[in-house]
């Protein structure tokens, strides 16, 4: 059964530093999105993306952030200059339509992400 | 801000229970989701719901769907040990890419 991949599965990095997440979504999906997950607390949305730009982006999801799709097959979150309120599990998930039961998400194992 | 509020936020039953746990809004949701999620892993669908009224079984598991599409059940008969988990329901708003709303969840624990 397809699934989403995600790499690496923990990063440990220090504050300030440049960390990139990356995702494979499943093949024949067309939305793709990032979450985090604090440690103890509710999944939070942060971006969505269709047709290679941002569709939909949350508070959370400031300058500090960017995604991109690099080639026909990667998804990658960038966090700029970490801080150490970014340590999280990080969740990518992807959708093949907008509407109706295509619109379900199915997630990735997520990246263990943890600033010192 | 949308919310979706779950209960009970902890449940511990023995084997062989009945268990219902529930997901409220006062949003409106085109449709709404339920996940598993597991210590450090992530969610793991169960099911997606996107009629209002609408039920679906999966295997022991029950779900349903508010005819206002404002909330959501969760009903497990004769509960075992690998039931035991968290149980996430998040909700999309409207069309487009739109990012799922979250509740909290209910840790279930169901004991032998």
């Known amino acids: 059964e397809p699934e989403v991949t995600q790499t690496p599965s923990h990063q440990v990095t220090q504050m300030g530093q440049e960390v990139i997440l990356r995702c494979v979504p499943i093949?024949?999906?067309?939305?793709f999105y990032w979450y985090r997950q604090i440690l103890g607390q509710k999944v939070e949305f942060l971006v969505s993306?269709?047709?290679?730009?941002?569709?939909?982006k949350s508070e959370i999801f400031d300058d500090q952030f960017s995604v991109e799709r690099p080639d026909g097959s990667n998804f990658t979150l960038k966090i700029r200059s970490t801080k150490l309120e970014d340590s999280a599990m990080y969740f990518c998930a992807s959708s093949e339509l907008a509407g109706g039961i295509g619109e379900t998400q199915y997630f990735g194992p997520g990246t263990r992400l943890l600033v010192l | 801000t949308q919310l979706l509020e779950q209960s009970p936020q902890f449940l511990s039953i023995q084997e062989g229970e009945n268990l219902t746990v529930y997901c409220n809004s006062s949003?409106?949701?085109?449709?709404l989701q339920w996940y598993r999620q597991e210590p450090g892993e992530g969610p793991v669908l169960l099911v997606t719901v996107v009629t209002g009224g609408e039920v679906k079984k999966l295997k022991r598991l029950t779900f349903q769907f508010g005819d206002a599409r404002k909330d959501s059940s969760l009903h497990i008969t004769a509960a075992q040990p690998g039931d035991t988990g968290l149980y996430l329901c998040?909700?999309?708003?409207?069309?487009?890419?739109?990012?799922?709303?979250f509740g909290k969840g209910t840790h279930l624990i169901i004991q032998p």
């Open positions: 993306f269709y047709n290679n730009e941002i569709s939909e």
């Open positions: 998040a909700g999309l708003s409207g069309g487009g890419a739109d990012g799922l709303t």
């Open positions: 949003s409106v949701f085109s449709s």
């Open positions: 093949s024949n999906h067309l939305y």
